[in-house]
């Protein structure tokens, strides 16, 4: 019996120490750190023919220019009535958007024929010139239609020519001043618009016994041209 007990003893002994032994003998290895995630890249950009990606630049904004003829008739009261022209170059700087200048150079023709009794037949012609500068905005633009508003103010040369059966002929000329407001109707094709205009005129220039008014309305029917 003494035998017994000394070996359970022995081999209770020895199976709490294994454990014990096999733990201290293995070593803790720390936990490794969660791996870094990486940042996204943005996708690249599609090669041009050439072989290199493009600048995304926006094209620079270039002056615009257009010519524009026109013809027409005008009244302003009495004897102030007759055919007219024009001649519109317009400028549309970069970035003003809807807005842009017209320099305008026009041409009135007032006559007046009358028989003098006893002496013959005398002929008055009275030639405007005015020279404007004319501010447009456009206020509606669609595909094949446009309503711009125009205002402007310059010079007027008025010239004088006087004949008769009875007199030699003579000329006189004078400066004045004028006004305009007023409308145009556009009918733009590519390059090419025709269009209408519709004004109202202030202003005169004044020769002695002769007093040329733009005081009135005027009609205009034209066609502009795109400037490459």
Not at 22 to 31: A, F, I, M, N
Not at 130 to 143: D, I, Q, T, Y
Not at 193 to 219: K, M, N, W
């Amino acid at each position: 019996m003494r035998w017994l007990a000394l070996l359970f003893l022995l081999c209770s002994t020895a199976a709490v120490a294994a454990p014990e032994g096999s733990t201290r003998g293995t070593s803790r290895k720390k936990p490794k750190a969660p791996p870094r995630e990486a940042s996204p890249e943005p996708p690249p950009a599609a090669p041009s023919r050439t072989g290199t990606q493009p600048a995304a630049t926006k094209p620079a904004e270039e002056m615009r220019y257009s010519l524009a003829l026109a013809g027409g008739a005008f009244y302003g009261g009495g004897f102030n009535r007759g055919p007219q022209g024009s001649a519109q170059l317009t400028l549309t700087p970069p970035g003003w958007g809807r807005f842009s200048f017209d320099v305008e150079l026009g041409w009135r023709l007032s006559r007046f024929r009358a028989n003098v009794p006893g002496a013959g037949v005398g002929v008055s012609a009275l030639h405007s010139f005015p020279l404007l500068a004319v501010g447009r905005m456009n206020l509606v633009r669609m595909k094949h239609f446009g309503v711009d508003v125009r205002a402007g103010v310059g010079p007027q040369l008025a010239l004088h020519h006087l004949s008769s059966d009875f007199s030699e002929s003579s000329v006189r000329s004078s400066i004045g001043w004028e006004l305009l407001a007023g409308a145009q109707l556009r009918f733009p094709f590519g390059a090419i618009e025709p269009f209408l205009d519709g004004r109202v005129g202030l202003g005169e220039a004044y020769i002695p016994f002769v007093t040329g008014r733009s005081i009135g309305v005027q009609g205009l029917l034209g066609v502009r041209y795109q400037l490459p």
